[in-house]
């Protein structure tokens, strides 16, 4: 059974850097063909895709959080790290990371999601 967690602080002053870490167990984040993505939501708004982090260690983040924003991962303790960087109250949202199927095993598809932890950014 494949389980992700997110951590990190649930609240952050505006202009910090928000760190959050998914810690997954049950599977690598190295297999092939598994693509491990941050995706939030906004009171009051739908879901907002953030970025990926590929198995072969790629990573993108979507144009508008681009100049702010970076995905790494650390292989050795299975996690993968959102930094968002100059935050401000419109980055207050519900921070989920989720693990997608490419298509030739079996996908596309989301097929597990971490519970998301709620991050509010407010002086």
């Known amino acids: 059974q494949v389980q992700l967690q997110e951590s990190g602080p649930a609240l952050v002053k505006p202009s910090q850097t928000l760190s959050l870490t998914c810690t997954v167990s049950?599977?690598?984040?190295?297999?092939?063909?598994?693509?491990w993505h941050w995706i939030r939501q906004p009171p009051g708004k739908g879901l907002e895709w953030i970025g990926v982090?590929?198995?072969?260690?790629?990573?993108r983040v979507t144009p508008s959080l681009k100049s702010r924003s970076s995905i790494s991962r650390d292989t050795s303790k299975n996690q993968f790290t959102l930094q968002l960087s100059s935050v401000t109250p419109e980055d207050t949202a519900v921070y989920s990371c989720?693990?997608?199927?490419?298509?030739?095993?079996?996908?596309?598809?989301?097929?597990?999601w971490g519970q998301g932890t709620q991050v509010t950014v407010s002086s």
């Open positions: 982090l590929e198995y072969s260690g790629v990573t």
């Open positions: 989720a693990r997608y199927v490419g298509p030739v095993i079996g996908g596309p598809k989301y097929d597990y």
């Open positions: 049950g599977g690598s984040i190295t297999t092939n063909y598994y693509y």
